[in-house]
Nanobody
Framework: QVQLVESGGGLVQAGASLRLSCVVS????????MGWFRQAPGKEREIVAA????????NYGNSVKGRFTISRDNGKNTVYLQMNSLKPEDTAVYYC?????????????????WGQGTQVTVSS
C-alpha cells in the first residue's frame, strides 16, 4: 500500500507564494513519476506539474508555466510544489499523485495513488 500526504496549503493574497509538500510512505521502492493536480469547484481535475524519478524532466500545465516549480527529494520520499505569483484563479484543492511508472504523463488516468488534497485559496 502507498500513502500520500500533502501539506502547505492555506489562504494567501494574490502575488504571494506557497510551497506544497507531499510525503510518500508505504511501498516506496521503485521508480515513479510524481505529479501535482488541482481541482476547483465545478471544474475538472487538471494537471499542474509532473516530474520524473530522477528529476531530470518536468512538465507543467500552461496556466502555471513560469510561476510554479516542481521538485523532489527521493531520500525523503517527498515532492514539492513551489508556487509563486499566485492568482485568484489558482484557488483549488491541490492533489499529489504517483504514476504507474516513470513515464512523464500529464493525464490523471496514468496516476494510481492519490493524496487527500490540500486547499489553496488566493484572495484578490
Amino acid at each position: 500500500q502507498v500513502q500520500l500526504v500533502e501539506s502547505g496549503g492555506g489562504l494567501v493574497q494574490a502575488g504571494a507564494s506557497l510551497r506544497l509538500s507531499c510525503v510518500v510512505s508505504g511501498r516506496t521502492a521503485g521508480y515513479y513519476t510524481m505529479g501535482w493536480f488541482r481541482q476547483a469547484p465545478g471544474k475538472e481535475r487538471e494537471i499542474v506539474a509532473a516530474i520524473n524519478w530522477s528529476g531530470s524532466a518536468t512538465n507543467y500545465g500552461n496556466s502555471v508555466k513560469g510561476r510554479f516549480t516542481i521538485s523532489r527529494d527521493n531520500g525523503k520520499n517527498t515532492v514539492y510544489l513551489q508556487m509563486n505569483s499566485l492568482k485568484p484563479e489558482d484557488t483549488a484543492v491541490y492533489y499529489c499523485a504517483r504514476s504507474q511508472d516513470d513515464i512523464l504523463r500529464l493525464s490523471a488516468s496514468a496516476y494510481n495513488y492519490w493524496g487527500q488534497g490540500t486547499q489553496v485559496t488566493v484572495s484578490s
